[in-house]
């Protein structure tokens, strides 16, 4: 099991999904805009004691990184563990928060970040709640949702914060104008 030196979220209350997703949103800000990514912030929750695990952001780290893989890739990192050993230290009882779905392709050929997650927390990650559901700007038919629940990962919408999400997740897109 993970040890006790976890960041601690005294200012967001257990099951406050809308400020998680608000965390997530504030981590987006900082992935650069480019018009060939989604900008998206991702927070892991350790659910039974409210502490963040992990946070990322699209580009925060090097490559073509997504905010989920940066969270799951920093958390490795912390415990001297490969990414796909995480769950043999992972508590029971996972929440992973992302502003955009989990995409379920990518173009660049890496692991898509649905894969990620199920690779990582198929028996810790137990909910996934997402702010927005992927655009079809780049892979149109995104089937995260479908793979997360049919692994038992139950995927729920925290509404109120489409506008922002969406404008902070294509900063960088070209827009057309009618």
């Known amino acids: 099991m993970l040890g006790a030196t976890h960041d601690q979220s005294p200012n967001i209350t257990a099951g406050d999904?809308?400020?998680?997703?608000r965390l997530a949103l504030s981590l987006a800000t900082k992935s650069p805009p480019k018009p060939t990514n989604y900008r998206?912030?991702?927070?892991?929750?350790?659910?039974?004691t409210n502490e963040i695990l992990a946070t990322g952001y699209t580009l925060e780290l090097p490559g073509n990184t997504h905010a989920e893989q940066c969270c799951i890739e920093k958390l490795a990192r912390k415990h001297a563990v490969a990414a796909t050993h995480l769950g043999d230290i992972l508590p029971?009882?996972?929440?992973?928060y992302t502003t955009v779905e989990p995409c379920s392709q990518r173009l660049s050929g890496n692991m898509p970040c649905v894969d990620r997650i199920l690779a990582v927390?198929?028996?810790?990650?137990?909910?996934?709640?997402?702010g927005v559901q992927e655009?079809?700007?780049?892979v149109s038919g995104n089937?995260?949702?479908?793979?997360?629940?049919?692994?038992?990962i139950q995927v729920c919408l925290v509404g109120g914060l489409e506008k922002d999400i969406l404008a902070v997740a294509t900063a960088g897109h070209e827009t057309s104008s009618s």
């Open 92 to 96: 029971d009882d996972v929440t992973l």
């Open 17 to 21: 999904h809308a400020s998680y997703m």
């Open 40 to 48: 998206v912030g991702a927070v892991l929750v350790d659910t039974a």
């Open 143 to 152: 089937s995260s949702r479908r793979k997360l629940e049919d692994a038992g």
């Open 121 to 130: 927390g198929k028996h810790h990650i137990r909910t996934v709640y997402v």
């Open 135 to 138: 655009p079809d700007t780049f």
